[in-house]
């Protein structure tokens, strides 16, 4: 059984630019989720996905973060414009219930 | 409070000993605790991971044990080999995850 899948992998861009991540999540998984992981702490849940619907996006900047799941599968996350701030890793993960998330690879921007 | 608390930061093993990471939380209503093993440029994995109403929970090499009186649980990994160096992540909760603040496992050959 596949993984979930990010793309791409590394990203450098300059601040002000806008910059998208993908994520395909494990076949069958209703529930998606985005997590923000900054250097050497843990994952930190951005926006959860129950199917096309963003059920808790509580903590994603949204003067400048944006997420989208339009066929409750694949799903894009956005950041325009993009500050120092948001390097980081970009986690998205998937799972049946609450329980038992598995993450992707992760995306690792670096903003200059 | 919604923070796990998780020590220590960094632990170093001579192979073959074992080592033990401790989380503790403060929310009475979390009753699922996954542990993540996350290796540099990969993402967090899922190694085991335990349910309120159970103590304690093994799978080869590595167990769990939970003492929600307390509010902690741990980590243990036995006959640690090179491979399990890496960085561990407790975590609590149900679809929103906390995590911890990652121990850095180093086992030395």
């Known amino acids: 059984e596949a993984g979930v899948v990010q793309s791409p992998r590394y990203k450098i861009i300059e601040k002000k630019q806008p910059v998208a991540f993908w994520c395909n999540p494990i076949s069958g998984h209703n529930t998606l989720y985005w997590y923000l992981q900054n250097l050497g702490q843990g994952p930190e849940l951005l926006i959860r996905y129950e199917n096309e619907e963003a059920v808790d996006d509580s903590q994603l900047p949204k003067d400048r973060f944006s997420a989208e799941r339009l066929k409750g599968v694949d799903s894009t996350l956005k950041i325009q414009p993009a500050e120092l701030g948001d390097s980081a890793v970009y986690l998205c993960a998937s799972s049946t219930s609450g329980d038992e998330q598995y993450f992707g690879p992760g995306t690792r921007l670096t903003v200059t | 409070g919604e923070n796990v608390e998780q020590h220590p930061s960094t632990l170093s093993v001579q192979e073959g000993d074992s080592a033990v990471i401790k989380c503790t939380y403060s929310d009475s209503a979390s009753n699922y605790f996954p542990w993540y093993k996350q290796e540099l440029g990969k993402g967090p994995q899922l190694i085991i991971d335990?349910?309120?109403?159970?103590g304690e929970k093994k799978d080869q090499r590595i167990a769990v044990t939970l003492n929600k009186t307390a509010k902690h649980f741990s980590l243990h990994i036995t006959e640690t080999q090179p491979e399990d160096s890496a960085v561990y992540f407790c975590a609590r909760g149900t679809y929103k995850y906390i995590f911890g603040t990652g121990t850095r496992l180093k086992v030395l050959a």
């Open positions: 335990i349910r309120s109403n159970v």
